[in-house]
C-alpha cells in the first residue's frame, strides 16, 4: 500500500522560499502522478501543482505559474515543490497526494483519484 509524508513547511517572509518534499514508500513512486494540495479549513481543496509519473508533464494553478516549481526522482522516490516569492495568500496546510499516472482532475476541487495523501505540512507567509 502506498504511503506519502510530506515535510518542508515553515514560517517565512514575504519574498521568501521553501521547498516541500514528498517521500513515498510501500509502492513504487514511479506508478503515480503526485499533486500538491492546499485546503484551507472549511474550504475545498485546491490543486496547486502536479506532475504526471513520467515527470514529463507538470501543471500549475494561476498562483502557483512562474513562482513554483515541482520536481521528481523517482530514484529517491521523492517529489518536491520549489515555491519561491511567497506571498502572504499562500499561507496553508499543504499536502501531497497521489493517483495512477497522469494528472487528470488535480485542478478540480473533487476531481481524480487522488485518494492517498500526506498529513499534510504547514506554510505560512508573513512579515
Known amino acids: 500500500q502506498l504511503q506519502l509524508v510530506d515535510s518542508g513547511g515553515g514560517l517565512v517572509q514575504p519574498g521568501g522560499s521553501l521547498t516541500l518534499s514528498c517521500t513515498a514508500s510501500g509502492r513504487p513512486l514511479e506508478w503515480y502522478a503526485i499533486g500538491w494540495f492546499r485546503q484551507p479549513p472549511g474550504q475545498e481543496r485546491e490543486g496547486i501543482s502536479c506532475i504526471t509519473s513520467s515527470g514529463g508533464s507538470t501543471y500549475y494553478a494561476k498562483s502557483a505559474q512562474g513562482r513554483f516549481i515541482i520536481s521528481r526522482d523517482n530514484a529517491k522516490n521523492t517529489v518536491t515543490l520549489q515555491m519561491n516569492s511567497l506571498k502572504p495568500e499562500d499561507t496553508g496546510t499543504y499536502y501531497c497526494?497521489?493517483?495512477?499516472?497522469?494528472?487528470?482532475?488535480?485542478?478540480?476541487?473533487?476531481?481524480?483519484?487522488?485518494?492517498?495523501r500526506g498529513q499534510g505540512t504547514q506554510v505560512t507567509v508573513t512579515s
Open positions: 497526494a497521489a493517483q495512477h499516472t497522469h494528472c487528470s482532475g488535480y485542478a478540480s476541487p473533487h476531481g481524480g483519484d487522488f485518494d492517498t
